[in-house]
């Protein structure tokens, strides 16, 4: 009998055997070490969720063809809507299949934090391994009440899964039946995926700080609208939205349509608790936070997020995902011991912001005006072809991240360590 529960099921056993190949291939490697697969070629230029952002070029260092109807270069117009499926995950860890070579030495494309995982983190993960035979329920259930614990919410209203990746493609689903409208740039992936899904969205240019053009944003909303994204901090312009602003503009958007916002870096402001609008889900406000441990945890391989909203939106979103149970038993284990470590999140922050300092000082020498950054990355205008300035960075060795917006070209560098750090500067003195 084909009832709703028996197609939930079915939908539920398709993500499962889904989930078992994508494991098994990963584990090719492994099996098989005489062998080059193809993801070990995409995992040098493959990023976070978080990793692309707006309707950016290419990682550098590419050397391989772009799939067939990916976009080159893209720039940034007035509100716009694109067909369905252009420009496919362009921006998302599936995105870039160009390999970064093997000679590249300061890898600052992905927004990855070096400083991490903490040690903390890496001991559980090796403690682990011994009972990895095991699903690991008690971890599960313990990341999840120690997230509630510190955020105070009910479990109800959380929802965790393998990096916060799958739950924006949850949301895509979700809302792709109606418009979505978001900014111009800024983090592209469930804006691609929703258009993948025959949904429509409306890209509002950013205001003259190259922050989200709120005003503007709501009077883009009309009956057609599902959902409103906004990326705060934003990604690739590391611009952050005034929180009394944004928390007004959603008080007034959320009674007519759900507000997602994308906290990826937020543990990377200068306050995070005064940032975040995960205070506004307690008080029933329809708003979606998504979250992720890839940014200042360092745990961008061992995938995991979670968003937080009200019940009855995570269980639509939960239909579209495997959910917790998709994270690894060593993930679980990072994490748990990772979450809200002061000492490591202190030397993670103060480290970036002193590689983040550094970048600013070596752009304000050679007088080029950056745009102010909150994150572990940093965006600056360049006198020439982003493309080309970003492949001629991967001939010494850099790699970084190109754009064009507002009729500019940009580079996005990420913050890494101060010897990789040290070298883009000296690769940036032989190029401009």
Request: a neutral charge; aromatic letters at 8%.
């Amino acid at each position: 009998m084909n009832t709703p529960m028996n197609t939930r099921m079915r939908r539920r056993d398709l993500l499962k055997k889904g989930a078992v190949l994508t494991g098994l291939f990963g584990l090719a490697p492994t099996i098989f070490p005489g062998y080059a697969f193809a993801s070990d070629k995409q995992e040098a230029g493959v990023s976070d969720k978080q990793e692309a952002g707006g309707s950016g070029k290419q990682v550098a260092g590419g050397s391989g063809k772009r799939p067939a109807g990916a976009p080159g270069k893209q720039s940034v117009g007035g509100p716009d809507e694109q067909a369905a499926g252009e420009g496919f995950f362009s921006n998302g860890p599936e995105a870039d299949f160009e390999t970064t070579p093997v000679e590249i030495r300061a890898r600052l494309s992905a927004n990855e934090n070096p400083f991490g995982p903490s040690s903390k983190a890496r001991q559980a993960m090796t403690d682990a391994m011994l009972l990895s035979y095991r699903y690991p329920i008690t971890d599960r259930k313990r990341l999840i009440d120690a997230i509630c614990s510190f955020e105070g919410i009910r479990e109800d209203q959380l929802l965790l899964d393998a990096g916060s990746s799958p739950l924006l493609q949850a949301a895509a689903a979700c809302y792709s039946s109606g418009t979505v409208v978001s900014a111009n740039p800024t983090y592209e992936d469930l804006l691609k995926r929703a258009q993948a899904a025959g949904g429509k969205v409306i890209r509002v240019p950013l205001d003259g700080e190259y922050k989200y053009d709120l005003p503007a944003l709501e009077s883009a909303i009309d009956e057609s609208t599902s959902l409103v994204y906004i990326c705060n901090p934003n990604n690739p312009t590391a611009t952050v939205l005034d929180t009394g602003k944004l928390r007004s503009f959603c008080e007034r958007v959320s009674k007519k349509v759900p507000v997602f916002i994308d906290e990826a870096y937020i543990d990377l402001c200068d306050d995070p608790q005064k940032t975040t609008l995960i205070p506004m889900v307690k008080e029933g406000h329809n708003i979606i936070v998504a979250r992720t441990f890839s940014k200042l945890y360092g745990m961008a391989g061992l995938r995991c997020g979670y968003v937080v909203a009200q019940p009855d939106i995570i269980k639509k979103l939960s239909f579209h995902t495997n959910g917790a149970s998709s994270v690894s038993a060593l993930t679980l284990a990072a994490a748990v011991a990772s979450y809200q470590d002061k000492p490591y999140m202190e030397y993670a922050y103060k480290s970036i912001a002193a590689s983040r300092k550094y970048v600013c000082e070596v752009l304000k020498k050679k007088a080029i005006t950056y745009v102010p950054s909150q994150t572990n990355f940093v965006i600056f205008p360049v006198n020439m072809d982003g493309a080309a300035f970003a492949e001629k960075m991967m001939q010494q060795g850099v790699g970084v991240r190109s754009f064009r917006f507002f009729d500019k070209e940009w580079c996005r560098v990420s913050v890494g360590k101060m010897e990789e750090m040290e070298m883009f500067a000296t690769a940036l003195d032989k190029i401009l």
